[in-house]
Each structure stands twice: as C-alpha cells, then as structure tokens.
C-alpha cells in the first residue's frame, strides 16, 4: 500500500532514521512529570521549541496533537496520533492494561500521518490489547495509514522467569511479536548493550525499531552514549520524552541527538557542539 509507505516516510529521513518526541506522559504519568519544567505543560511552547530544534516527527494522544496542532502546519514533522492509553490513578492491578481513548478517523481528521497503540507483551491483558492493535491496525491499513506499536513487555510470568522487562529475550520477543502482528514501527526498551539490541532489531525482520526513550539521565551525555549504541545496533532511531521536555532548555539535547541519529556523531562531541 503506497499510502502507508509514503506516510511512513514523513518520519524517516533519507537515511531510515528518525528523532520523534514523545509527549502522552500527561495522561500516562500525570502532570507530575512535567514539574521539572512547568511551562512545558503548554502544549503549543514545547511543541514550538521541539519543532524549531529540528526534531523529525512528533507523538501525542488526540487532546493534545488538537491544542498543539497549529506549530505543525507548514512544518516538515510527521505526526503520530497514539489512541491507547492508561492513567496512573486506576487500582495498580490494571496498570498492565491500556484502553483505546480514541479512534483512527480522529486521528485522520488531526492531520495524523500514523496512529500509534500499546501492547504490554506478558501482561494478562495480553489479548485485549492485541485485540485493540489489530482492530487499529485493520482500520488504519485500509485508509492508507502506517501503525506503530509500543512493544513492552512487562507481566509476571516475565519477572519470573527472566527477572526484569529489559532481558532482551523478552525485548526480542516482543518486537517479532509487533513485526508478526503487521506493525509498521516498533518502539521499545533498551537492552542494555549493542549486541541485544541487535538481535532486537533482527527479529523485527525489517520493520523500523526506535528506542523507548526511559527516565531523564542527570549527565545528558549518557543518554547520547545510549542512543549512539542503538544506532550502532542497527536502530532507527529513538521516540523521546523525558529527556527532551524536563531539561531546562531541551534544544541543545535535540541538536545532539539529531548529529548522533543522523551522522553517527560521538557522543561527547555531539554534546559539545
Ligand atoms: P520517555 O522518553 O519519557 O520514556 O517517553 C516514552 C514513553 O513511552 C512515553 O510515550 C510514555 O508516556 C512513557 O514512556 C511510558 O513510560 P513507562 O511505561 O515506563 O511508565
């Protein structure tokens, strides 16, 4: 289907990368995670800044990507519509769980050029959510439109048996299981070492794999150490939050991400820069 492939490409450039900021956590952690910085709980000042440093695409839930929209008209960002979602504030037994919060026509309407939807892989919601990936999935293919999949383990049975979510056994398992279901784009953990992550993206046979940005690192040059490491595994790229909008001033972090993204840029050098 040229239509997905062509949306799909808004986010890469020419060489199959990409940096896309992430900002559901208002929803999926609360307003909390913006006090660092509180005036970037206004959508349309981080999306401006985000915008201006030159980051290729950005990911929202529906509420936000209609507040922030207009800072992306005439821009050459794609934008990523996410419809699953869950808050912090329900009983703790159901935070293995995401629910759709909106539909792929909405996200159309938006302007959207992917939607996105999270399947937690060893949860016991397991199959709802494949269920809502695939009713997603389905509806968006048809229309022409590229479905990215959040592909994170976490359950029980995985602390169990491999310890923590991050083994890249599971990680791997996850994302063949994403590329299995006709995902378009995987975003995931990071394994802990080039070589896994390796075989992360091998198992997506194909399909683009982005690194879940994670917590914000105090020294900003280890967070481009690890970016660097999934470029060099092969990665296309990373989806980034918290290390982009709890910074102070979040565009020396993007310009350094962009030359370790794109131009496989040193770390200590591209933070210099
Ligand atoms: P970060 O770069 O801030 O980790 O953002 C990526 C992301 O997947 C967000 O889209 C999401 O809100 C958050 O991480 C979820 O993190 P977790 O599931 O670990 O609480």
Same mark, same amino acid.
């Given at each position: 289907?040229?239509?997905?492939?062509?949306?799909?490409?808004?986010?890469?450039?020419?060489?199959?990368?990409?940096?896309?900021?992430?900002?559901?956590?208002?929803?999926?952690?609360?307003?909390?995670?913006?006090?660092?910085?509180?005036?970037?709980?206004?959508?349309?000042?981080?999306?401006?800044?985000?915008?201006?440093?030159?980051?290729?695409?950005?990911?929202?839930?529906?509420?936000?990507?209609?507040?922030?929209?207009?800072?992306?008209?005439?821009?050459?960002?794609?934008?990523?519509?996410?419809?699953?979602?869950?808050?912090?504030?329900?009983?703790?037994?159901?935070?293995?769980?995401?629910?759709?919060? &909106?539909?792929? #026509? *909405?996200?159309?309407?938006?302007?959207?050029? +992917?939607? $996105? !939807?999270?399947?937690?892989?060893?949860?016991?919601?397991?199959?709802?959510?494949?269920?809502?990936?695939?009713?997603?999935?389905?509806?968006?293919?048809?229309?022409?439109?590229?479905?990215?999949?959040?592909?994170?383990?976490?359950?029980?049975?995985?602390?169990?048996?491999? &310890?923590?979510? #991050? *083994?890249?056994?599971?990680?791997?398992?996850? +994302?063949? $299981? !994403?590329?299995?279901?006709?995902?378009?784009?995987?975003?995931?953990?990071?394994?802990?070492?080039?070589?896994?992550?390796?075989?992360?993206?091998?198992?997506?046979?194909?399909?683009?794999?982005?690194?879940?940005?994670?917590?914000?690192?105090?020294?900003?040059?280890?967070?481009?150490?690890?970016?660097?490491?999934?470029?060099?595994?092969?990665?296309?790229? $990373?989806?980034?939050?918290?290390?982009?909008?709890?910074?102070?001033?979040?565009?020396?972090?993007?310009?350094?991400?962009?030359?370790?993204?794109?131009?496989?840029?040193?770390?200590?050098?591209?933070?210099?820069?």
């Amino acid at each position: 289907n040229i239509g997905i492939k062509r949306r799909l490409r808004r986010f890469f450039r020419r060489n199959g990368r990409a940096l896309i900021f992430a900002m559901d956590h208002g929803f999926e952690h609360g307003p909390t995670d913006f006090e660092e910085n509180w005036e970037h709980i206004k959508p349309g000042i981080i999306i401006r800044k985000v915008v201006r440093a030159g980051v290729d695409g950005v990911m929202m839930l529906p509420g936000i990507a209609r507040i922030a929209g207009e800072e992306l008209i005439g821009k050459d960002v794609g934008l990523m519509v996410k419809l699953t979602s869950k808050t912090g504030l329900r009983p703790k037994e159901e935070w293995l769980m995401q629910d759709q919060l &909106g539909f792929v #026509e *909405d996200a159309i309407k938006l302007g959207a050029d +992917a939607v $996105a !939807a999270t399947v937690y892989w060893g949860s016991p919601y397991e199959g709802a959510m494949m269920r809502q990936f695939a009713e997603i999935a389905s509806y968006a293919h048809d229309l022409g439109y590229p479905v990215v999949q959040f592909a994170y383990p976490r359950g029980p049975y995985i602390n169990e048996k491999y &310890g923590k979510k #991050e *083994d890249y056994r599971v990680v791997m398992y996850g +994302a063949r $299981a !994403a590329a299995e279901m006709g995902a378009d784009m995987i975003k995931t953990y990071w394994t802990g070492s080039r070589e896994t992550f390796a075989k992360v993206v091998d198992a997506a046979s194909g399909v683009p794999v982005l690194l879940s940005g994670g917590a914000k690192t105090d020294n900003p040059v280890d967070f481009l150490k690890l970016v660097w490491e999934v470029i060099e595994a092969g990665g296309s790229g $990373a989806v980034v939050g918290r290390n982009i909008f709890q910074r102070e001033n979040p565009e020396p972090m993007i310009k350094a991400l962009l030359r370790v993204i794109h131009r496989n840029e040193d770390p200590e050098e591209a933070a210099k820069a």
